[in-house]
């Protein structure tokens, strides 16, 4: 019998405990979001954080600057914030305009502060078995949705499709951490199917729809599904084959309403970690 | 056929070209290695450093400090190195004594002195995809020999046995980045052989002898062994049961003569490249 993970429900629990804890601070945590440009799905992005971080009484401010902006401007910006005892935790959405290179961008963020954890620095930390000030965003809702549902890590065989810095490289690593055997598979990989069929736990985050069918799927094995993919039909999706894949697998998580819910929700607790770190 | 993968040719080869390139330079990379106590095997492995870099043209200083250093004194000395424009590379020789913490010392060094590559923050360049100032020496060691024999790495099923933040996590990386399909394996893997058989390229640096055996290798099989292992009769062997798995392997490198001589040429390499970056 499958059990589906239910990110919004996990999501709502933490965002309760959160606000929670926040309402008996006299100060508040404070989040900055730098916006560059009008990209439309971005600033989307960045209101549903203002919103969220307003709902749990973490202060925020979103600080918008034109697409036209130089990178050293944005760099004296991103210098400030760190300077700021006020701010404790600032991203920069992205993407962002060609002519800025996101890695100095990231790089300049003060790690005690890289609320996204993109910094090489806390990436580093991780991929050496340290303790981070925080944790990527997306692997660590991950994690939080495993523990809720008391699923084990250590000895499975943990399958990761996608690399991206954002989710597939430090999922790796913290899977590791946590004594997962961990296979990395991308778009170079030569027979995917063989691969993911020995995963005990299979995250597919390659952004790639109905990648994953039930073929390529061990009978209880657990699925999570990073995708998230606009369908021709409008609708939201992920990188799994969910109908069929579900009769397979002991645990799925659902698009949407899976892992992307969690994302948010440890953006909101990296920004209460930091704070606590600061304070 | 079997391929032997020489790994002390290919480090004299490199060797020789590295002593030649220095020997056109007027101002020649400098080398500082800091030692702690009188552990017998930390100061052999220093003297060879030391004997290398000499016979490179590397001008190089052991610093040697006494057993009761406090973490406090040892972090100075490194900052002053940091600061002293005429050292390009810097390692601090492990193990330290157990009042020091090994983290603060490897992150005090700055990233574009880190001749060891240990740095979080190079380790994050790497796990990241991004170039990095260095990369780590066994690693680097490996990818030079499997270029100077010609083994592709893309798309290529890699295994990895051992995840140590000298060899096996960074190794993963790096094989991650020349796009091979990548498993790390360690010692909560549940079913080892069955993970083994399927790598085109195997790499044990697990400290185990004999761990790797003919029936838990593919056909033609790439094995790289990085284990150094002392037996009861006092001789060197490595993970890897050789006399029998070389049958199997379509290359195979020898315990010892085979990653071993491939660390110290990194070392030397890494004290140019950073000689190059600082001038």
New interface residues.
């Given amino acids: 019998m499958t059990t589906l993970i239910e990110g919004k429900t996990v999501a709502q629990k933490i965002f309760d405990n959160l606000a929670h804890e926040i309402s008996l601070l006299e100060k508040k945590p404070s989040l900055a979001v730098i916006i560059v440009g009008d990209d439309p799905a971005s600033k989307i992005y960045v209101n549903l954080k203002k919103k969220k971080a307003h709902e749990l009484g973490i202060t925020s401010q979103v600080i918008e600057l034109d697409e036209s902006v130089s990178e050293q401007e944005l760099l004296k910006k991103i210098d400030s914030l760190n300077n700021d005892p006020a701010v404790n935790a600032i991203l920069v959405q992205m993407p962002l305009p060609e002519h800025i290179n996101p890695?100095n961008v990231i790089e300049k963020i003060n790690p005690l502060k890289d609320v996204d954890c993109f910094?090489?620095?806390?990436?580093?930390?991780i991929?050496?078995?340290?303790k981070s000030y925080v944790y990527p965003c997306t692997p660590k809702g991950i994690f939080r949705l495993l523990d809720f549902y008391n699923i084990p890590v250590?000895?499975?065989?943990a399958v990761v499709v996608g690399?991206s810095?954002i989710v597939g490289?430090?999922l790796a690593?913290m899977l590791?951490n946590e004594?997962a055997?961990?296979?990395?598979?991308?778009s170079?990989?030569?027979?995917l199917s063989?691969?993911t069929k020995?995963a005990d736990i299979l995250i597919s985050a390659a952004g790639c729809p109905a990648l994953i069918k039930k073929d390529m799927v061990k009978d209880g094995a657990v699925v999570i599904d990073v995708g998230i993919n606009r369908k021709s039909d409008g609708k939201l999706c992920g990188d799994v084959d969910f109908e069929n894949v579900k009769e397979k697998a002991s645990f799925i998580t659902p698009v949407p309403g899976g892992v992307g819910p969690m994302t948010i929700c440890s953006l909101m607790c990296n920004t209460m970690d930091l704070f606590k770190l600061q304070n």
Same sequence: chains 1, 2.
């Fill in positions: 890695v910094h090489p620095y806390n990436i580093g930390r991929a050496t078995g340290n250590e000895g499975k065989h690399r810095n490289r430090p690593q590791l004594n055997t961990v296979t990395i598979c991308h170079r990989t030569k027979n063989e691969i020995t």
